[in-house]
């Protein structure tokens, strides 16, 4: 499918990032409406109401399905209509959503034993004035002093086995699961941090429990103590999962990157030969194996699985995977690993960045010319993969994968080649339109490419060629524009400088959106500094700075990742299977959630210490 300009069709800012959509007739309606909660979160003064509301809260959820978890939105859906039958006000809102979570989550909850539990205790707990205790990388070390009520919870959950972090932050904590030391989260939090967390921890199918803190503010803040106790020392197990979660297959795709997995997928070729032969072998199996989210492998094997009926979305948290999923979608998911780690070898040397996941890149440590013998030996070793895949009962399976590989990777050449020709005589030509097609070639191919190989591995999928290219499309475009804005920001982990991407003058949407809502001063500022190849980075970052604030560049950008969104949630709405559909949402809500402003404790290296 081709990719048109009026795809990318530039509106005003909207009012609100409201995305608007009929509900259809389900019990659970298909489109998803966003809305911003946060000035509803009031907990309710009294003790009483709050017990009153939550025992009807645990009333309200005994009648829910359980199958799979359910999103925010829905979420927000069921808890209005709580509070509207009860004929509470709508400034409860937060509150009963996370009453409404807990009690749809609290008995598989209390079926995790206590060591694969994690406590989360706010800082805003401890005994401002006094308090002993010093951050180091995993938050406050809390010193049990006994000056406030974090020894208490400390010591009984650590004697009972627990994991205790006096931290805040869901992609902490998110990060944690995933790596596989705990299976659920008992967190006590504001309604500010929970609203964050409930995004992707209940997306992502963690079983949690939480208790709000009274109030936001931050200090002199309290909670009702006996609801920690309501389930920290209880266990009750059952005898097997009930509703559908992301992270058994989240864990998976981990540990195909993990010995003894690696090993099976991806056998060394030379090993006993002559050092000087290996090398290039051995370093760049460590890069594969080494670092990154894996979510693309992920999509592979979350694809198969709902092309398969969903089942391993049931599966134990701690339960290994490798068994149930054929080599074949394994190598493909390592496969698309290998294309994409290949993919950052070479634009880190186009770039010219200096980190990757927090190291040295690779052209750095060992010179361009064997970083680019790297990244091609890892085209090499993907295509072997692809090659190696055994589909006895569809024997065109893996041409059509092969076939939708290589049109990913000649998008993505195609993509970096315009993004190079651009940056390399930089003008005021550039168009909204012309931005977002480099990342429609740049981004999507690769979504495309996993999504494609899990599907078409677990059957014949006609009917969902052009879904799939359409979807990935907006998915990639979305997340590309929400990269921009995080290189505003920065992001915590492989960035070092903020707006890098402005200083290097890549052709962004940013910039884009720059060139056309300025007006004749301001594009003659913009055409300066596009000029001023020797311009000092700090210069150039705060003229780009003052042009897009002027021009309001970044609400655009903020509404067209909202854009994104809604198209392809319109998209994974049309589709009949549940499973499919399911992934599909959860993909859309993963890769286009809003980043959460990253606390100051996450920015010191909280984050890189657990996630790298
Ligand atoms: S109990 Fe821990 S957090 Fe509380 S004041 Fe003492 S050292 Fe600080």
């Given at each position: 499918m081709s990719i048109m300009p009026q795809d990318f069709e530039i509106n005003e800012p909207p009012s609100s990032s409201t995305v608007s959509g009929e509900q259809q007739g389900n019990s659970r309606p298909r489109k998803r409406k966003r809305r911003s909660t946060s000035h509803l979160k009031i907990v309710p003064e009294s003790l009483d109401l709050r017990e009153l509301i939550k025992s009807a809260a645990e009333q309200y959820v005994s009648?829910?399905?359980?199958?799979r978890p359910f999103s925010k939105d829905e979420l927000e859906a069921m808890s209005r209509d709580f509070l509207a039958r009860n004929e509470w006000?709508?400034?409860y809102l937060g509150f009963a959503m996370v009453l409404l979570g807990n009690f749809f989550w609290k008995r598989q909850f209390l079926a995790i034993p206590f060591e694969r539990r994690m406590l989360l205790l706010p800082h805003c707990l401890k005994h401002a004035e006094g308090c002993p205790a010093d951050y180091d990388e995993f938050g406050l070390d809390c010193e049990?002093?006994?000056?406030?009520s974090i020894a208490d919870y400390k010591v009984k959950a650590e004697q009972l086995g627990y994991k205790v972090l006096v931290a805040e932050g869901s992609p902490i904590v998110l990060k944690i699961i995933v790596e596989g030391y705990v299976d659920g989260i008992l967190g006590v939090a504001c309604l500010n941090v929970l609203e964050k967390a409930i995004d992707k921890v209940l997306l992502a199918g963690v079983p949690s429990y939480a208790v709000p803190l009274h109030s936001g503010d931050c200090k002199n803040t309290s909670l009702d103590e006996p609801w920690v106790w309501d389930v920290l020392d209880k266990y009750e197990p059952l005898p097997e999962p009930c509703t559908a979660s992301y992270v058994p297959l989240m864990r998976e795709a981990k540990r195909l990157f993990d010995e003894p997995s690696f090993e099976e997928i991806v056998p060394i070729v030379r090993e006993g030969k002559a050092s000087l032969l290996t090398k290039t072998e051995e370093i760049s199996r460590f890069w594969l194996a080494n670092g990154g989210k894996r979510f693309r492998p992920f999509i592979t094997l979350a694809a198969w699985d709902a092309g398969t009926g969903?089942?391993?979305?049931?599966?134990?948290?701690?339960?290994?995977l490798g068994s149930r999923i054929p080599l074949a979608v394994k190598k493909a998911a390592v496969a698309i690993e290998a294309f994409h780690k290949a993919s950052l070898i070479h634009d880190d040397i186009q770039d010219e960045d200096e980190f990757r996941y927090g190291e040295k890149t690779l052209h750095l440590s060992h010179g361009i010319g064997p970083a680019i013998n790297f990244g091609d030996f890892l085209i090499g070793l993907g295509y072997r993969l692809l090659a190696q895949c055994r589909c006895e009962n569809d024997p065109t399976a893996i041409e059509d994968i092969v076939q939708k590989m290589s049109h990913a990777h000649i998008k993505l050449c195609e993509g970096q080649g315009a993004e190079m020709s651009w940056t390399a005589a930089p003008s005021m030509e550039l168009t909204p339109v012309d931005a977002l097609q480099i990342y429609a070639l740049k981004t999507s191919p690769a979504f495309e490419a996993a999504l494609y190989s899990g599907l078409r591995l677990a059957g014949p999928i006609e009917q969902y060629d052009e879904m799939i290219t359409t979807f990935c499309r907006h998915v990639g475009v979305g997340f590309q524009i929400l990269n921009d804005l995080k290189d505003w920001q920065g992001d915590g982990l492989n960035k070092v400088i903020i707006g890098q991407d402005a200083i290097a003058l890549r052709p962004t949407v940013l910039l884009a959106l720059a060139i056309k809502a300025a007006n004749a001063e301001q594009r003659e500022e913009l055409a300066a500094i596009l000029q001023d190849?020797?311009?000092?980075a700090e210069r150039r970052l705060q003229r780009l700075r003052m042009i897009f604030e002027q021009t309001d560049v970044l609400q655009v950008a903020e509404s067209l990742v909202a854009k994104s969104r809604d198209r392809a949630e319109a998209i994974a709405d049309e589709v009949e299977s549940e499973s499919l559909r399911r992934f599909l949402y959860f993909l859309v809500d993963t890769v286009l959630a809003p980043e959460e402003e990253p606390t100051p404790r996450e920015q010191a290296g909280l984050v890189d210490l657990i996630v790298n």
């Open positions: 009648q829910l399905p359980r199958e006000p709508e400034k049990t002093c006994g000056a406030c969903g089942d391993l979305t049931f599966a134990e948290a701690t339960e290994p190849k020797h311009d000092h």
